[in-house]
Every structure is written in structure tokens, then in C-alpha cells.
């Protein structure tokens, strides 16, 4: 039987660094899920208010704006390394 949590699976301190990198993004996912779930619970109290529809707007409007400045910084990470070689 093959250990789960052997010590080679363990996250890399690279592995812990991307995920550190793109921590903005998860919480920006993770505030617009909290938007959709309470949309979801509004329509069984009378349906979702107009503070619910801004609240869903504007964790749209943040995971679009953090995952550009996510692929902008690998972007320039990429060229940074491209001319450095």
C-alpha cells in the first residue's frame, strides 16, 4: 500500500513560491464563490438584492483584473528570463 504523504509528495519550496505567487488570484475565486452562494441562498428569501448583484459584479470585475496582473507579471517574468539568456 502506497503512502499519501510520503515525504518525496510534499510540496517543493517552488511548488509553496507558485502557489504564493497566484494567492491573489485563489482569493479573488474564493470571494466571487461567496458571491454565487449567496445569490443562490437570496432566491430562496425573495430573490437576490440589488447590494447582491453589485457584490457578484464586483468579484467579477476582481478575478478578471488580479488575473491579468497575474499573466502580466509571468509575462514579464518570461521576457525578464528570455534577454537574461
Do not use: Q, Y
Not at 491573489?24 to 430573490?47: K, R
Not at 502580466?72 to 518570461?78: G, S
Amino acid at each position: 500500500m502506497r503512502k499519501r504523504f510520503a515525504p518525496s509528495n510534499e510540496p517543493t519550496n517552488a511548488d509553496l513560491d507558485a502557489i504564493d505567487a497566484e494567492w491573489p488570484l485563489i482569493d479573488a475565486e474564493l470571494s466571487l464563490l461567496d458571491a454565487e452562494i449567496a445569490l443562490i441562498n437570496a432566491t430562496d428569501h425573495g430573490g437576490p438584492s440589488p447590494l447582491d448583484w453589485r457584490r457578484l459584479r464586483r468579484a467579477e470585475a476582481r478575478v478578471t483584473r488580479v488575473a491579468a496582473e497575474l499573466a502580466d507579471r509571468r509575462a514579464a517574468c518570461r521576457i525578464t528570463s528570455e534577454v537574461a539568456a
